[in-house]
């Protein structure tokens, strides 16, 4: 028999739509009530180990939906005595670094409400823990990792310093992340790519990451795919460059159509490679941009690892000569043991110490407890109040500013100062539909990128272990990689001493389609959005189920005995929209739509990635720094 993973399954998506379009503003109070079974003030309150579906959980979304679907909303709300200097709409990371912001610049007195829909803090940046046979085993369940640090602008850097990530820590992350463990910078370490084949997986060793670039051996890696050999030889043509497939172009042809032309299109009519081969290669671009190469120019494939410079002509074949070192040296990650939930958590404590009182900081944030009765107590200069859906925001004629909010039934509202809307961008026209038409219109433009982050704590890693990788690439399945969980031993985290420990698995799917027609990439975006609230937990279950069971089951492993907990986050507003050549103009200074759309109206601001078009943990942190100046200045 299977065991029974504790969880909360819910109707999918169209039966959600369906039956909150007959719910009056009242009775859809009554459905925003969080998952937690316990209230935020009780001690057992503690979101991080809930197992079953987490993300964009049920009651986080539900307010936020009628709202933009159907401009429904309560029509009162109950005033509350408190007034703050800044209200933050969003505890995710740049909701978080702009309280701190804020905090730094107007003194420790400032009073500062942050308030989020979900029932954890840190955005999709969060915290999946199990506990079994004594051991506390953490895996990543969004955001994943500082990528180049180096490179931050001085004001994300001094916000990392001040909550202890300094340039010394960030050395001992490197120094204490295993050299095989791939998620974790070390591109050049074993990894595989596995096939099903008759009802099981074929999986091939190696350091894929830099074969695909040509490093020596990938020839007869190629050569055990289980793909047909005309298939093998005209991969291995396109990684090694013994042809030149634009050879009919002149330079400045070759620059446009790297440049104009999808990299599929290329390796479908230039090279000649199947569907089912291009698989294999669109599994690293899903995960890394949350597309395929379909909607990626020939030139953003390559610039990101895809095989085929060496196959463009001799500029080609210079840069793809240099290719593995300059990859080299551009790919610098540091990551936590559970992702960069610890950065959030850095960041809650230093805004509320009292979370977790005993917590030294950096050092110890990964197997700190955290106190979450603590985040929302009267008295304290900054609040953090979840399960708190906000439905509008507006400047009054007492030059404040007016926050309407729902939570565990009840609208509520309070005033500010300022506010900084640190949610995504496509909700903020709903809830400030005073803002100016052209900058609505802005707002709406990006479409962020969704994402599936499952973890699945094993009873031990004896059958994972015979793997040979940390990492495994799945093309053809549903989760198109297979990783053991962060190894590293960071801020005093103890990973898995051996394979005869619990360990946890995690699982990455990138939803978005291929597109079948004219699609834009936006209207792609918006499909995989749909698949994600449309899954059911159980059908999430069975996918990772049978996975694991194909990969594994050769070396001994039984889903029915060794599975101990499934934890499935969902992640449909993911990614910040970025512009990708083949979708998107080259509009003139000031005017792209996230400088149109991040302008500040009054005394409300907006901090995202979103407004910087760019999915990174320091543009959240830029984004936050300008809303605060712009609201102190």
Not at 49 to 65: D, I, K, P, W
Not at 114 to 121: P, T
Not at 376 to 383: V, W
Not at 454 to 462: K, S
Request: proline share 6%; aromatic share 8%.
């Amino acid at each position: 028999m299977d065991k029974h993973i504790t969880r909360r399954d819910f109707l999918d998506g169209i039966a959600i739509g369906a039956g909150l379009g007959l719910l009056s503003p009242s009775a859809l109070l009554a459905q925003a009530t969080g998952t937690a079974t316990v209230p935020e003030t009780s001690a057992a309150y503690y979101p991080p180990t809930m197992t079953g579906l987490r993300g964009s959980h049920e009651g986080s979304f539900e307010v936020a939906h009628a709202l933009a679907w159907r401009g429904e909303k309560p029509s009162s709300y109950r005033p509350l005595d408190q007034h703050y200097d800044l209200v933050v709409v969003g505890a995710g990371m740049s909701g978080l670094a702009a309280a701190l912001f804020y905090r730094q610049k107007m003194g420790d007195g400032a009073s500062i409400l942050l308030l989020d829909n979900h029932d954890d803090f840190g955005g999709h940046a969060k915290r999946n823990e199990f506990h079994h046979g004594g051991r506390m085993v953490l895996s990543l369940g969004g955001a994943q990792n500082l990528e180049d640090p180096a490179s931050y602008s001085d004001e994300a850097k001094g916000l990392l310093a001040a909550i202890g990530v300094d340039d010394n820590f960030l050395d001992e992350m490197a120094a204490n992340t295993p050299d095989d463990f791939v998620l974790g910078g070390n591109l050049g370490a074993t990894s595989a790519i596995s096939l099903p084949v008759a009802g099981k997986h074929v999986t091939v060793t190696g350091p894929w990451m830099r074969y695909l670039m040509g490093e020596e051996g990938y020839e007869a890696a190629v050569k055990q795919l289980p793909i047909p050999p005309t298939q093998q030889d005209k991969l291995i043509s396109l990684i090694g460059g013994d042809r030149d497939y634009l050879d009919d172009l002149s330079l400045s042809e070759t620059y446009s159509y790297i440049n104009s032309v999808s990299y599929n299109q290329f390796v479908t009519e230039r090279v000649g490679l199947s569907a089912d081969t291009i698989a294999i290669l669109d599994a690293r671009m899903l995960i890394y941009y949350g597309f395929t190469g379909w909607n990626l120019s020939v030139m953003e494939a390559l610039a990101s690892g895809s095989p085929g410079f060496r196959a463009i002509g001799w500029v080609g074949k210079m840069v793809g000569s240099a290719g593995l070192a300059m990859f080299d040296s551009l790919v610098d990650l540091r990551m936590f043991p559970d992702g960069n939930a610890s950065i959030a958590r850095l960041l809650v404590h230093k805004l509320i110490p009292t979370v977790a009182s005993d917590m030294q900081g950096a050092a110890d944030v990964a197997t700190a407890r955290f106190r979450y009765e603590a985040l929302d107590r009267e008295g304290q200069d900054t609040r953090l109040r979840l399960n708190s859906t906000v439905v509008g925001v507006r400047e009054n004629d007492a030059q404040q500013v007016e926050i309407d909010y729902v939570t565990h039934g009840e609208a509520l509202r309070v005033t500010a100062d300022h506010c900084i809307l640190a949610c995504y961008n496509g909700l903020i026209p709903h809830l400030c539909p005073q803002l100016p038409e052209p900058q609505k219109e802005a707002l709406r433009y990006g479409v962020k990128v969704p994402f599936v982050y499952a973890n699945v704590l094993l009873r031990d890693g004896q059958a994972f272990s015979k793997l040979g990788a940390t990492l495994v690439q799945c093309p053809s399945d549903h989760f198109l990689w297979v990783s053991s969980a962060p190894t590293m031993t960071v801020s005093g985290y103890k990973p898995p001493r051996s394979p005869a420990d619990p360990m946890a698995v995690f699982m990455l799917a990138a939803p978005t389609p291929a597109p079948a027609g004219d699609e834009t990439l936006r209207d792609l975006l918006r499909a995989g959005r749909y698949k994600v609230y449309a899954t059911p937990f159980s059908t999430y279950e069975s996918q990772i189920r049978e996975q694991l069971q194909a990969l594994l089951g050769e070396h001994g492993f039984n889903h029915e005995n060794d599975i101990e907990a499934i934890t499935v986050n969902r992640i449909p507003h993911g990614y910040a929209y970025e512009y990708m050549s083949l979708e998107d103009p080259e509009w003139p200074e000031g005017q792209a739509p996230n400088e149109i759309g991040r302008a500040q109206f009054g005394r409300i601001s907006i901090a995202n990635s979103d407004a910087e078009a760019r999915a990174y943990m320091d543009a959240a942190f830029d984004a936050a720094w300008r809303a605060v100046n712009e609201q102190t200045s």
